[in-house]
């Protein structure tokens, strides 16, 4: 492996996390913050280290498949450890609990050990819902758009971190594509800002509880979450602008062309807009005749939790753990469909549910036709075998590390729902779960083991599991993987 190109893109990595650094220790020193010292120590560290591995000399640019896996993979690490030490810092976590706090915010899990919110200093609050923003997108095609000397070979970075079975390119250049994706990321970002703004929240609400929304994050600055915010038009801007952020990006670059005709006829957009639908009006009824007298608030909420527990993100506006089981158990399916492949939401992602179905309709129709060869299609066109294969096994690794997990997690005790719950919600990045770690709880009283096992989840969750496998499969194994 060329370690030399490894290190090279690492500390360009680096050297850009110094810079988003920046605001938060602005913000600190504006308002005269005790987080001030940790920021300036961090920053300073981190362009330090940045700065020197960005100039080692490596003899070969060209990067290959495997080179481009330990980037992605190591790149989400150390970018995770050095974002942890502005909470260390300043003495509000210990290490475990920060670098569980900010893989949750790069991954845009929104899953906290912090047990009060709202007294951790500004430039904190700003630097861990940047963590969404940053990651929401993708840490490696940020630098892709804004620093493209990485050399050849970038599309294995991008498809690397690119959520869904496939990763297409908008343009033909990979620096282009990139450029294009996050222009939509600035531009939805700014009008949800706007918004929220004109809604009442402050400036600094507005951009915060935004990043948390288009990243499909879900840390907020209350404690209490969106529900602090007692205005029906917050609630609805947040819950739509969720469901904006759960499709996948190229097809708003496709509506700037406008190719309308090939929106409306996407499959994956149809069925994910399908599911939000069945699910908010099934739960409104549910809710109507058990738990709220008004039909509106009923729809309101079960609209915003549905919207929020799709697209990963895990804001709340009620206390949804305590709502009937059959609403819980629709939101608990929720957390493995996901939202739709290329965009910023976490889960098995709306395309491979689309296979599914497609997958069980063949094999139907196979018991009267055995003989017959009926392709895969979706948007027209016949999925490949690779694809097929791909997708399946994807489905097969993801219950093989729910389970895993739950088995796991379930020695402290903490009984199955809360386990199982706990392993969904990091592994599909989506942050709250139930019973243990409801929307009014948090996972501080996990074992230090636990959160860094679950941490684990949300990154090979966040890097569609294979990424991270790929790399630590032992021998012949990890050489079939990485050959292409």
């Known amino acids: 492996m060329n ?30 913050e005790p987080d001030l010292m940790a920021f300036v120590i961090t920053v300073a560290f981190t362009m330090t280290a940045g700065i020197v591995m960005s100039r080692i000399q490596v003899k ?29 810092l300043s ?19 929104g ?22 923003w940053i990651g929401g997108m993708g840490i490696l095609i940020f630098t892709v758009a804004f620093m493209p000397t990485l050399g050849s070979g970038t599309f294995h970075l991008f498809k690397a971190e690119s959520p869904g079975p496939t990763a297409d390119k908008i343009a033909p250049r990979m620096k282009d594509t990139a450029i294009i994706l996050y222009t939509t990321y600035i531009v939805i970002t700014l009008i949800e800002i706007i918004l929220l703004k004109l809604g009442g929240m402050s400036l600094y609400e507005s951009a915060l509880h935004t990043f948390g929304t288009v990243g499909t994050g879900g840390f907020s600055t209350r404690n209490a979450s969106i529900g602090a915010f007692n205005s029906t038009y917050i609630h609805l801007v947040i819950a739509f602008f969720m469901m904006f952020s759960g499709v996948n990006f190229s097809l708003y670059y496709k509506a700037f062309k406008g190719k309308w005709h090939e929106i409306f006829q996407n499959e994956e957009l149809r069925l994910y807009l399908g599911i939000i639908l069945m699910s908010t009006l099934a739960i409104t009824l549910n809710l109507r005749f058990s738990v709220y007298d008004s039909t509106w608030t009923a729809l309101r909420d079960s609209f915003f939790q549905v919207n929020s527990i799709i697209t990963t993100t895990g804001y709340a506006t009620a206390n949804f753990d305590l709502w009937p089981d059959f609403s819980k158990s629709i939101l608990f399916l929720l957390m493995f469909t996901g939202a739709s492949a290329g965009s910023t939401g976490g889960g098995i992602k709306i395309i491979r549910i689309l296979f599914l179905f497609k997958l069980i309709r063949r094999e139907i129709s196979k018991i009267y036709h055995p003989r017959a060869m009926i392709p895969i299609r979706i948007g027209g066109k016949a999925l490949s075998g690779d694809i097929n294969v791909s997708i399946a096994s994807f489905f097969a690794l993801y219950i093989v590390a729910f389970v895993g997990g739950t088995v796991l997690i379930s020695l402290e005790g903490h009984g199955l729902v809360s386990a199982a719950s706990a392993v969904a919600a990091t592994i599909g990045n989506i942050g709250p779960g139930f019973d243990f770690v409801g929307p009014t709880q948090t996972y501080a009283n996990f074992s230090d083991p636990s959160k860094l096992l679950l941490s684990f989840l949300m990154l090979i969750g966040r890097l569609e599991l294979y990424t991270v496998i790929a790399l630590i499969v032992p021998g012949q194994l990890r050489e079939r993987v990485f050959q292409s």
């Open 111 to 132: 899953a906290t050990v912090v047990t009060d919110i709202e007294i951790l200093p500004k430039g904190l609050l700003f630097w861990r819902s940047l963590t969404h």
């Open 60 to 88: 070969k640019q060209k990067m290959k498949v495997r080179e481009g896996l330990s980037i992605v993979t190591l790149g989400w690490v150390v970018f995770s450890v050095f974002g942890a030490l502005p909470f260390v």
């Open 91 to 109: 003495g509000s976590l210990n290490f475990v609990d920060a670098f569980f706090e900010v893989v949750s915010g790069f991954t845009t899990t």
């Open 3 to 32: 370690y030399g190109i490894v290190l090279k893109v690492l500390g360009n990595l680096l050297f850009l996390e110094s810079a988003l650094m920046m605001p938060s220790l602005l913000i600190a020193l504006g308002l005269g």
